[in-house]
T-cell receptor, first 115, second 115 residues
Framework: DTGVSQDPRHKITKRGQNVTFRCDPI?????LYWYRQTLGQGPEFLTYFQNEAQLEKSRLLSDRFSAERPKGSFSTLEIQRTEQGDSAMYLC?????????????FGPGTRLLVL | AQKVTQAQTEISVVEKEDVTLDCVYETRDTTYYLFWYKQPPSGELVFLIR??????QNEISGRYSWNFQKSTSSFNFTITASQVVDSAVYFC????????????FGKGTRLSVIA
């Protein structure tokens, strides 16, 4: 069984550009999560999906951030008009089960650098 | 409110020494889950253990052991006979049914094992 995959692994962009990251969860997992991790900090929750429904998005950092999971499989996280403060590692995780307390398995992350 | 505190920012030990990583949590829920993850230099978070609030038995897995004490709201992690490959950042995390964040992480403890 393959793990969670994320693409790209690294992204360098100029301030003001839009970026999109993709996450493919473990195949049978119904829940998918996005986190941001800055240097020296633990992962910070952004949003999550159960199948195609986005159940929590109040933690998205601003209205420049949006996420989709249109068919309940892979998900995308988009950041519009990037700022230097968006530079961070963006992590995706997935889990299977009836509740969000199930174990989350993480992907390798996408490291974003905004110049 | 959900909160996880890892007071030790960095620890250095010499190979074969035992080391304990501390984790203190706060929650108002009576049902909750505690986790430990390892983040090696490659960046991917690796799941180590999940415990629920009703199971206070200590757990041992090879060189790893966990001490869960509800009376002090702690879930400490001990590595016995540490090895260089144990060098990583270790995160403690909490999941409960309050708030809108499925998983809350501590800031992590960076462990360096010196040969």
């Amino acid at each position: 069984d393959t793990g969670v995959s994320q693409d790209p692994r690294h992204k360098i962009t100029k301030r003001g550009q839009n970026v999109t990251f993709r996450c493919d969860p473990i195949s049978e997992h119904n829940r998918l999560y996005w986190y941001r991790q800055t240097l020296g900090q633990g992962p910070e929750f952004l949003t999550y999906f159960q199948n195609e429904a986005q159940l929590e998005k109040s933690r998205l950092l601003s209205d420049r951030f949006s996420a989709e999971r249109p068919k309940g499989s892979f998900s995308t996280l988009e950041i519009q008009r990037t700022e230097q403060g968006d530079s961070a590692m963006y992590l995706c995780a997935s889990s299977y089960g009836p509740s969000p307390e199930e174990t989350q398995y993480f992907g390798p992350g996408t490291r974003l650098l905004v110049l | 409110a959900q909160k996880v505190t890892q007071a030790q920012t960095e620890i250095s030990v010499v190979e074969k020494e035992d080391v304990t990583l501390d984790c203190v949590y706060e929650t108002r829920d009576t049902t909750y889950y505690l986790f430990w993850y390892k983040q090696p230099p490659s960046g991917e978070l690796v799941f180590l253990i999940r415990r629920n609030s009703f199971d206070e038995q200590n757990e041992i897995s090879g060189r790893y052991s966990w001490n869960f004490q509800k009376s002090t709201s702690s879930f400490n992690f001990t590595i016995t006979a540490s090895q260089v490959v144990d060098s990583a950042v270790y995160f403690c995390a909490l999941s409960d049914r309050t708030g809108n964040t499925p998983l809350v992480f501590g800031k992590g403890t960076r462990l360096s094992v010196i040969a």
